[in-house]
């Protein structure tokens, strides 16, 4: 028992190097969504505060601080309270950096992040998700004992000590189920049989690298990667458990999960997925860890005072959380290893078996810990592309509406990756033209919005006729095929036309066709 206490504590030190890190994370993404603030979060943008809440009026937990009610779409729809929340959030994340009344600071930063993804659902992807998951977990772990502001505050050197409590366990368990969630759901044969993922994934070009599409010439290769990928996310996290050479095992694992994100980052355009998967493995690393930097220092300059700590610490096992907060997290625990679950058995029965109803769901995105973490499970997809506005003015001339209004062309872009202002540009539109009733009920916002960026422009010297949004659908083919672009309409604003799943419609049209 006191062995298994052991494996679940973690050393004050890395919950330090922990918090420092996702201070960092969050001041970052704040930092690249404020560039965006009118295009996504104000009412001139591509999804007014009214449409957002038309879109989720059956979620009865939806709620945004960026996204007041109704009386005062008014206010939440202008920039200056997407502004001051933002600014905000960024004093809260810095004083969360700092160490500044941290339990405070990371209650605000995870409050306002929560409020912060709602209010823009589709630029979050599964690195926002869990970036969100673990400040949420963070709020009940002493991260403001060492190296902060707060420690000097108290004017004495706190000695480190492994804290052990529903709270480490849970953030433990977060990490973990981020990989062996997305382990066992990745069960297409494209994993499991002809290991011919990674070969398709690399062929999304919105997201791939220079270095990503050069590795396509080895499928080989990719099908050794493919299975390497496949076993390290399902093993690797139980190792860090292993009850013998604990702390060698723990920084090899960790060694290996940093070596492996930082080479899926040079493969393929991932935002924070990469940089919050490397962090979180920080919880991990062990006593011995800390001990060898201190005595590091030390052998350089034997009259430090250094917060590092002293290797001759007695190890001491305690838990600063009190009965009932203990309790609470245990049971939140409890809850986000329920909803992994429902995640496994929803996606092995294709969606029809479901232990949580609407209810439990939607309670889980209101306190930001709802679990989804299906990175290309089952497998990824093969619809790839990229968009084309075409706006008809009254005089009968085309323009690209995506392209200030240059000339209308269908011809593919160089690269689609960096074709993007922003990493949550990117994300957007990839999340616009997945073929889902989702993605269909956004598009109607996002053409009215380049409508109106066209008349600030331009004026209404000649005004716009309608718009057609087409995607230049391309499907990727096995090797050694190459994908070949498909012009296909899913929107025009007038007369009204408006596909929902187009490659479903595609398969009907064509059979009328023969019919």
Known sequence: MLKARELLSIDTRSLALLRVCLSALVLIDLFNRSSSIEAFYTDSGVLPAWALKYLNQAD??????????????????????????????????????????????????????ISLQTRQPLICNGGDNFLRNMVFWSMFLPLGEQFSLDQKRLQQIIPPRL????????????????????AVTKSDPQWTESRTALYYALHLDFATTDIGRSLLQFPTLLQWLTAITLWLEFFGPILVFCPIFTSRVRLAVILIFVAFHLGIGLCMHLGLFTWICIVSWSVFLPRSFWEWIANFYQSKDAGINSSLGDPGTEKRLSNDLPPIANGLVALLLVYAACYNLHVIFEDANGGTTRWFNRTAINAGHAIGLDQRYKMF????????????????????????????????????????????????????????KLPSNLASGYRPFYVDYLKRRWKKEHGNDPPIDHVELYLMLEITPPFPEQPQAKKTLIYRDS?????QDYLRQETIDSELKQG
């Not at 939440?76 to 941290?102: D, E, K, N, R, V």
């Not at 052990?164 to 849970?170: D, E, G, R």
């Not at 093969?382 to 062309?409: I, R, Y």
């Open 60 to 113: 009865q937990f939806h709620w945004s601080l960026h996204l007041l009610t109704p009386d005062l779409f008014w206010l939440s729809g202008s920039w200056f309270w997407q502004a001051f929340l933002f600014s905000l959030a960024t004093l809260a994340a810095f004083c969360m950096l700092i160490g500044y009344q941290t339990r405070w600071a990371t209650v605000i930063t995870c409050v306002l992040l």
């Open 495 to 499: 007369p009204r036309y408006d596909v």
């Open 163 to 182: 804290i052990f409590s529903a709270a480490t366990t849970a953030v433990m368990a977060q990490v973990c189920f981020v990989y062996w969630v997305a």
């Open 377 to 432: 499970s089952p497998k990824p997809t093969v619809v790839d592309g990229w968009f084309v506005a075409v706006a008809t003015l009254e005089d009968g001339n085309q323009v690209d509406l995506m392209k200030a209004g240059d000339a209308v062309s269908w011809k593919k872009p160089e690269s689609l990756s960096e074709r993007f202002p922003s990493k949550s540009w990117q994300v957007y539109l990839h999340s616009l």
